[in-house]
């Protein structure tokens, strides 16, 4: 299975030469100019991965950041910046990207945390998963419970009416 990425940057021919080598390695890649059409699709589409450039004008990659991991809380977010600001990527970090890289980018160390991302989220996807197995099972075992303690108390009953 293909990793789905989304890559949002405002910078067209990055987007274009970027996206390209992503595709040429594997990668199921969508694009986005801004900050606005990134949000539509990722209310539109299921992406596994997200490089989201921190500059974008006219949108703030920190406010973006919070809107996809509010609507897809799942979604490994990689920040991209070209201005080296450890405030803003310790922000990021805190509101839950997986990482934060400087531009230029080499392609193979991207291509890594790529794909550790996506093992992150796909093992967080796992843990959940569990976890609501783990919550149903339980609801299981009461009803159960329950519902033999209902058989022993009310089949005892009738079981008496019937000798009599």
Do not use: W
Not at 40 to 69: A, Q, R, Y
Not at 70 to 85: D, E, F, S, V, W
Not at 97 to 125: G, R
């Amino acid at each position: 299975m293909k990793i789905k990425l989304l890559l949002v940057d405002d910078e067209k021919e990055f987007v274009e030469v970027l996206s390209e080598r992503l595709e040429v390695r594997g990668f199921d890649v969508k694009t986005a100019l801004s900050g606005e059409e990134a949000l539509k699709l990722i209310h539109k589409s299921e992406f596994d991965v997200v490089l989201l450039d921190v500059m974008i004008p006219g949108d703030n990659g920190i406010e973006i950041l919070k809107e996809i991991k509010r609507a897809r809380p799942l979604i490994q977010i990689i920040m991209l910046t070209g201005h080296a600001k450890i405030d803003t990527a310790v922000r990021g970090i805190e509101l839950g990207a997986y990482d934060y890289l400087l531009k230029p980018l080499e392609i193979e160390p991207l291509v890594e945390k790529i794909k550790m991302a996506y093992d992150y989220k796909s093992a967080q996807k796992k843990r959940d998963r569990q976890q609501e197995t783990r919550h149903v099972d339980k609801k299981l075992g009461c009803k159960r419970f329950f519902s033999a303690i209902y058989d022993f108390v009310y089949g005892s009953r009738r079981d008496h009416r019937s000798k009599s």
